[in-house]
């Protein structure tokens, strides 16, 4: 199952006025998710880029540390030409595994990068489209699953109601705030988000917030 998201910027940003309304709101609704701001702090505001730039963070950090990611994408984004479509495709295997980029990831960015170009993928139309006919169209990349195109949404578009399937830190999240003895399952964590409609995002970001915050882990995810 995925991790958090990784490759976000370190800076936090201000809270938008719409989540701070959306986040008040859920609070007054669900007391255990009202606990998390007072104990852990203001909630970093993260967000993506909403194009190419930013699914491409979202394979390069999949399934590997914080720490990982962000060399991994520190390197990856200095070459020549990779943050566009067209450029990416003309770098060399080698080039891409020097960054750091394992086998698949190197498969997985240039099936995104020949789907941009070839407008199988346009991620302007993706943009307009609701939540999920946005996922669907990502998902089908490979390499971009559900949990990826959610993640897409929720730090790139910045949907108020995507909630991340399989996200190993929200179960964990979730367990620790409720005093849980077991991780909700993925089908049981996607079931118990219903209730946080419709500001599953909102939780989300504040489930991952928690986790930082019992943890210890730097506030470099979403």
Sequence with gaps: ?????????????????????????????????ARIRP???????????????????????????????GAIWARFS?????????????????????AGLSRPKVAHVRALAAACTSGALDLDAVARLPDAEAI????????????SASVHLLFGLQRPDVFPPGDVALAAALASLRGLDVRPSPKALVALAEEWKPWRSLAARLLWHHWRHVTGREAGEG
Excluded at 55 to 61: D, E, G, Q
Aim: glycine share 10%; aromatic share 4%; net charge negative.
């Design 78 to 98: 200095a070459l020549p030409g990779a943050l566009t479509p067209a450029g990416l495709l003309l770098l060399e295997e080698d080039a891409l595994r020097g």
């Design 39 to 69: 104990a852990a702090g203001p909630l970093p505001w993260r967000r993506r880029d909403p194009g190419f730039t930013g699914l491409l963070r979202t394979i390069c950090a999949q399934m590997i540390s914080n720490q990982a990611a």
């Design 136 to 147: 669907a169209a990502i998902a089908c990349i490979p390499g971009l699953g559900p949990w």
């Design 1 to 33: 199952m995925p991790n958090s998201p990784s490759g976000l910027p370190a800076a936090p940003l201000l809270l938008p006025d719409w989540a701070e309304a959306g986040l008040i709101a859920l609070e007054a609704r669900h007391p255990d998710l």
